[in-house]
């Protein structure tokens, strides 16, 4: 079983929209797929039609990963089957993390509920954090295996991706090496014909040389295109890699998750 995250600290930089299509795609190849909705905006639980308002949730008896983060449920308790894959619902309640969660250990949390899913069979965890740089990002880059930095074109989405690499390296040399996984590759999403593409290609192409350097582990570069037929996705509720599994920004995470196939 991997853990995989796709990560910036930025928000709409395609975090959620990569997470959802590759999950999917790697469950149409065969795979047993679980995501975790940890972002407070629950953006990807609304993306697969799971979403509940919070009293509905309590009179269908809907968990959601703050009930178990919380200790009020069981992991199992919170699995909810979506057509696409398995999901672990997000919760407006994960505001202020740092309030809720204070003890030392806390940070492990999410780690210690992906070992327990382990036990579920699971080939794959995918985590969906927020664009906060919190202790909701921290927990998820301790819990996981496999990074994937996700990045538009623009200058500042370039950035915050920098950043986020740096984030991890930092917590990979601490003292008690906090973050084991590693970065495996670079999304530059959105990406449509023009130079400016091809100058955030060839910087993060950079950057995962860098990484190399430091890691032994060369992160490859993805690229999606920019396609409305990601917006019918979120309308539908259906992911691309699942309704149109032959469109060019189907195939693009039908490459990415390949490549999660192959790394494992
Ligand atoms: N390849 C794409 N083509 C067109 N729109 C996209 C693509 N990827 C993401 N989007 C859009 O960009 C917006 C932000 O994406 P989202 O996945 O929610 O970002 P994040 O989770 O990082 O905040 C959404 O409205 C989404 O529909
Ligand atoms: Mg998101």
Do not use: W
């Not at 670079?186 to 860098?210: H, P």
């Not at 890691?215 to 917006?231: G, K, L, M, N, Q």
């Amino acid at each position: 079983m991997k853990v995989i995250c796709m990560t910036t600290s930025k928000g709409g930089a395609a975090k959620t929209t990569n997470t959802v299509e590759t999950a999917a795609a790697l469950k149409i190849l065969g795979k047993k797929v679980l995501v975790i909705d940890i972002d407070q905006t629950t953006g990807l639980t609304k993306y697969v039609g799971a979403y509940y308002e919070p009293d509905e949730r309590e009179s269908l008896g809907i968990k959601t990963i703050y009930d178990i983060l919380t200790g009020d449920c069981s992991v199992d308790e919170a699995i909810l089957d979506v057509e696409c894959f398995d999901l672990i619902s997000g919760d407006e309640r994960l505001a202020n993390p740092q309030i809720t969660f204070n003890k030392e250990d806390d940070q492990y949390l999410l780690k210690d509920i992906c070992e327990m899913l382990e036990e579920n069979g699971y080939d794959y965890i995918f985590i969906d954090h927020g664009p906060q740089k919190d202790l909701l990002q921290k927990m998820s880059y301790i819990a996981s295996d496999y990074f994937f930095i996700t990045t538009l074109m623009a200058e500042n989405d370039r950035q915050q991706a920098k950043n986020a690499v740096a984030e991890i390296s930092q917590l990979q040399k601490s003292r008690n090496k906090l973050v084991t996984g590693d970065v495996y590759g670079f999304i530059v999403s959105r990406v449509k014909k023009v130079s400016l593409s091809d100058l955030a290609i060839s910087d993060m192409e950079n950057e995962a040389a860098i990484y190399k350097e430091n890691r032994s582990v060369e992160p490859r570069i993805f690229t999606i295109p920019d396609a409305i037929a990601i917006a019918e996705a979120q309308t539908f509720k259906v992911p691309n890699t699942m309704a149109h599994k032959s469109s060019n920004v189907s195939r693009a995470y039908y490459d990415l998750a390949d490549y999660i196939l192959e790394i494992n």
